[in-house]
């Protein structure tokens, strides 16, 4: 009897936790893949990635295991890159800013235009 | 408790399946609801197949012997402290517990890997549960430790002597924990190739885990070893056994996959080798899987017949070429983000010691594979023994102990051979100075001697860089030395904890050289007080104990030993029969100390009662080797510990020179 109580109720709960996401409107409403934020969030990490090799690259330095020509070399086409990708992330950042600023226009429109 | 862990393994089975559907429908459908609905079975697995492992543990502390895994691996006279050990005593049980494993890892590296449904991470999930499906459907039709037997039994058969020994509460765990970790890295590589989002992303989290499972693997090796060692009676540690291959296989694919992975997240570099060798390692855990539960060749660790081999191969090759043909159809994305700029780099010492570690791998598993080959093609029994691994992988061995060495002294991207030069002068004066120091006290062979050297280069080059950077750091921070040092490891974990990994390695090798060189061995017929010498050493028979228990006959042979006449200790070496198993299992007294073990083994009294055979051992250097156990887990602890988040770097502007103090100490 307790067995059969145990089974049921891992089923009933297992059933519960899985079909939650599915019943509720926030799940539904849930993207897979957002381009954009994706998009954002590769970005950021790419810049991650330089700002640790900048890092890696003092310590080389530091440890006298590159020279200061190595090192100047490495710092200047890190920093570039750097650059670049904030330069790209901002454009990210403005281009999504823009699309929510006219969508939210265009709702704003809808809602004022009498019925 | 058949009824309850049954139901639990339907349950699971129900899960897994709906995981793996539901999350390749999600990303297809690009349904975000269904990828957190599949992603939530997954977890529930865990639960479910906790449940299942737990029946079975109750089944066990109840001796309930209407189950038949349970009647064929405990009985009452089995000390309730062995219930663990038995649990995992045969195939049903192993599955059992490789598939609860395999529930665990998905659910918490799927919890861990991010918060965001991508396609990537929905994908990866799919993976996991499909594998976890077929370990299921393997125990519920196959191998079901929930089997009933007709009649209950009265008493069970008992658990399998050899499996009566500490090391058997984590060796097995860790082993088989370590082979099904392979799955969670292989999952996010096949993540990334499958929703064709190859960029870095998976690189962190395969990184972490590729790591754990690296370590658990390692230990449960070493484990192994201490285990043959104490227990099998032959007096060593490592007789490159198929079962023992079969682990160290994949093991020595994850040590090539943690290395190069490193210089995809630093340099974006090897991308394709590092899926490759990902595949590789997940390929040989799945045949180190067939060996040790398909049962195809026979090995000292095999400890029943097993009618699986076929399942497990056509799971192999299934997986395989799966994985592969997700690997070609995704080649054109896994294009490397730089080129190999030169040779003298770090990046290249990286992938001479990927090809190294996948020779060494490739040698051993034709060596595990040719009795099969033989029986296949020459019908007769036919198998490779320790002399072809030892003339094969020992050179390569040395190769890899020496790049380790050499490789982390380098530089990224390129170096000049004058900088080279400059940084292996100590390592290399210490290693001429111990060369010097062991032919002066007269040591003369030269695979021996090569052996020493290398392993005090890399013990000196790993020294060294702490050294350095100990110096560099208090310099710049203008702390004391202790402090640097702390700060040092704390700032670059991966590096610093993977030095201490480095010399874990190199402990590992100054046993394994030690005793496999300068070994004394001698077999010996004793009356009761009469003495042998070996090496320093002189051991006397003093007496035999017997005494009688449920399941066995006991016995001890006492001996006294002596060095340079004076009386150093009294050892006892153990000697069991277990009539149910017609098996005799030994523990041999072992004297042991950082220079050298002294190791008895009593094989039996001769028919005069008065006399006994005994194998008497001086293994040098082997405490060394176990030492090496801690060390390797606490340097892959700090590898893995993780680092706070910083969220810019200081950068230094071109006009500030080296060594200028800088603001904050960031380095």
């Known amino acids: ?115 | 408790m058949a009824y309850l862990g049954t139901g639990a393994l339907l349950i699971a089975t129900v899960l897994a399946v709906y995981g793996t559907v539901g999350g390749v429908l999600a990303v297809r459908r690009r349904d975000g609801a269904l990828a957190v609905s599949a992603q939530r079975a997954a977890y529930m697995t865990v639960p479910a197949m906790g449940l299942a492992v737990l029946a079975l543990v109750i089944a066990f502390i109840d001796h309930d012997f209407s189950i038949r895994y349970v009647a064929e691996h405990s009985n009452r006279a089995m000390p309730r402290i062995y219930t663990w050990v038995a649990f995992y005593a045969g195939n049903e049980g192993s599955l059992l517990f490789v598939a609860f494993a395999l529930a665990a890892f998905a659910g918490i590296s799927m919890a861990m890997v991010t918060r965001r449904i991508g396609s990537q991470r929905t994908y990866a999930n799919a993976v996991l549960m499909a594998l976890l499906t077929f370990f299921l459907i393997v125990l519920l039709t196959l191998a079901n430790p929930f089997e009933q037997l007709a009649v209950a039994a009265v008493d069970g058969q008992g658990i399998n002597p050899l499996l009566k020994h500490p090391g058997m509460f984590i060796h097995p765990p860790l082993i088989m924990t370590g082979l099904i970790s392979v799955s969670v890295p292989f999952a996010l590589a096949m993540g990334a190739l499958l929703s064709g989002r190859i960029d870095d992303d998976w690189v962190d989290a395969g990184r972490v885990w590729g790591l754990v499972a690296w370590a658990m693997l390692g230990t449960g090796l070493l484990l192994g070893a201490w285990w043959a060692y104490t227990i099998l009676g032959w007096g060593g540690y490592w007789a490159w056994d198929p079962v023992e291959n079969a682990a160290l296989m994949p093991w020595l694919g994850l040590t090539a996959f943690i290395h190069s992975i490193m210089v995809q997240k630093r340099r974006g570099m090897f991308r394709m080798w590092n899926i490759a060798l990902i595949n590789i390692s997940f390929a040989l855990g799945n045949f180190g899987v067939f060996i040790n539960r398909g049962g195809p060749v026979p090995s000292v660790h095999s400890f029943g017949a097993s009618t699986l081999g076929w399942v497990f191969l056509a799971f192999l090759g299934v997986t395989l070429v799966l994985s592969f043909g997700a690997f070609f159809w995704r080649m054109g994305l896994l294009k490397s983000a730089r080129p190999l700029e030169s040779m003298l780099s770090r990046e290249a010492s990286f992938l001479v010691n990927n090809l190294l570690l996948l020779a060494i791998a490739f040698i051993t598993m034709f060596g595990v594979v040719f009795p099969l080959i033989a029986q296949l093609f020459v019908g007769r029994e036919l198998s490779i023994a320790r002399p072809y691994y030892d003339a094969v992988n020992g050179p390569l061995l040395l190769a890899l102990l020496a790049l380790m060495g050499i490789g982390p002294l380098l530089p990224w991207r390129t170096a000049s051979w004058a900088a080279v030069r400059k940084v292996v002068v100590v390592p290399g004066a210490a290693a001429g100075a111990v060369l010097a120091v062991l032919l002066i006290a007269g040591m003369r062979g030269v695979p021996a001697l090569v052996g020493f050297g290398v392993s005090a280069f890399v013990a000196a080059s790993v020294l060294q860089e702490w050294a350095r950077g100990t110096v560099a750091r208090s310099r710049q921070a203008r702390v004391a030395l202790p402090i640097a040092f702390t700060q040092l490891m704390a700032a670059n974990r991966p590096r610093y904890g993977g030095y201490v990994v480095h010399l874990a390695i190199v402990l590992l090798a100054f046993g394994i050289v030690g005793s496999s060189f300068f070994d004394l061995e001698k077999d010996v017929v004793l009356r009761t007080g009469e003495r042998a010498a070996l090496g320093d050493y002189e051991v006397e028979f003093v007496r035999v104990d017997t005494t009688n228990f449920a399941d066995r006959t006991e016995r001890v042979a006492t001996v006294n030993v002596y060095r340079d006449g004076q009386f150093l200790t009294s050892m006892g070496a153990w000697q069991g029969f277990y009539p149910s198993f017609q098996m005799i299992s030994t523990r041999s007294a072992i004297r042991s100390t950082p220079k050298e073990d002294l190791y008895v083994l009593f094989s039996e009294v001769q028919s005069d009662g008065q006399s006994a055979v005994f194998r008497i051992l001086v293994n040098p250097l082997v405490w060394w080797m176990w030492l090496s156990g801690p060390v390797l887990i606490l340097g892959t602890v700090i590898a893995l510990w993780p680092a706070r988040e910083r969220a810019m770097a200081y950068v230094p502007s071109p006009a500030r020179r080296p060594g200028d103090p800088q603001p904050g100490g960031a380095a």
């Open chain 1, 1 to 115: 009897m307790l067995v059969a109580l145990l089974i049921v109720a891992l089923g009933i709960l297992s059933l519960v936790v899985v079909a939650y996401p599915l019943l509720t409107s926030r799940g539904a409403a849930r993207p897979i893949d957002d381009p954009a934020v994706e998009l954002a969030q590769r970005l950021r990490r790419a810049r991650d990635r330089v700002y640790e090799e900048i890092r890696a690259l003092q310590q080389e330095r530091f440890m006298r295991d590159i020279t200061e020509e190595q090192y100047q070399e490495q710092l200047n086409a890190a920093r570039l890159r750097a650059a670049q990708l904030l330069q790209e992330q901002r454009r990210v950042q403005e281009t999504i800013a823009e699309i929510e600023a006219a969508v939210e226009a265009g709702m704003a429109r809808a809602e004022r235009r009498p019925a």
